[in-house]
């Protein structure tokens, strides 16, 4: 079972479970919450203590305290959270915008990434319609709520097998993507549609790190996160069949002992 946390002095509110000298910290992607990693919270190898933050505007975190909110604010952001948790090193596990995430924490705060585990994300930018669609959704949640978001994301996050053999997955995403508020998708969209290159960070990586690609994702092609790992020194591929851009609940199985076995090859000392 995870535990929720929460600090009187307000910030980021995350989950956490197990325990353990071993931090990993789980970044959700876009439009999730801490919720997207349920089965990972369940399954904390022994000695790990793993911490899902809420970003801002997110499950039960407050809305960005500065718009136009930047991933390099979202980085800060966790680097308090860890430091208010008393964690002076992690694993930096991020899914998509998670990922993005995950590469602003490496230019910023290095040092405090023991490890990297990149699922379905991307080192570049956004193409220009990419970046475009995203500013046109935030206009129509702005306009109307966040309502739409649900059907117009989950055909392209999940696979056709996910859609047919585990319709409980589908209904627990749909619900997450419904749980979101306009100012947290207003401001992750635009924080999105401005990230930077990280392309250039890659060969500097030099941390262990596993890449996780899904067979049908057509957000972080597998092409692409394949040729991510040729440029990064200490980095392993791997591709999940039968899923698409959200393996962590779309085969937590397989994800689960793909992280473990990862965790447990790390020398952390
Ligand atoms: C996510 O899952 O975080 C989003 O699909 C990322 C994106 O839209 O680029």
Redesign the pocket.
């Known amino acids: 079972m995870s535990e929720r946390g929460e600090s009187p002095e307000g910030g980021l509110r995350w989950r956490t479970s197990g325990s353990g000298p071993s931090v990993a910290l789980l970044i959700h992607?876009?439009p999730?919450f801490s919720a997207l990693w349920e089965a990972q919270l369940a399954a904390v190898p022994p000695g790990w203590r793993f911490i899902a933050p809420d970003l801002p505007g997110f499950g039960d975190s407050p809305p960005p305290t500065r718009m136009p909110m930047t991933l390099d604010d979202v980085a800060d952001e966790l680097v308090l959270l860890l430091e208010k948790l008393g964690v002076r090193r992690a694993v930096v596990c991020g899914?998509?915008?998670?990922g993005?995430v995950a590469f602003r924490l490496w230019a910023r705060h290095s040092a405090r990434i023991a490890g990297l585990v990149l699922a379905?994300t991307?080192a570049r930018p956004?193409e220009p319609e990419?970046r475009l669609g995203r500013y046109e959704t935030a206009s129509r949640a702005r306009a109307e709520g966040v309502g739409f978001l649900a059907d117009a994301m989950l055909p392209r996050?999940l696979s056709p097998e996910t859609f047919a053999e585990r319709p409980a997955v589908v209904e627990r995403l749909r619900a997450i993507i419904a749980s979101a508020t306009v100012p947290g998708v207003v401001a992750a969209l635009g924080a999105?549609a401005e990230r930077p290159d990280s392309t250039d960070l890659l060969p500097g990586i030099r941390v262990p790190a596993l890449v996780i690609a899904g067979a049908g994702d057509a957000?972080a092609p597998p092409a692409e996160m394949e040729g991510m790992v040729a440029a990064m020194p200490a980095a392993r591929f791997m591709e999940i069949p039968g899923v698409a851009?959200v393996s962590c609940m779309e085969a937590p199985a397989v994800f689960n002992a793909a992280l473990a076995s990862f965790l447990r090859g790390l020398d952390l000392t």
């Open positions: 992607g876009y999730f899914l998509s915008m998670g993005y379905h991307r956004d990419v996050l999105m957000i851009h």
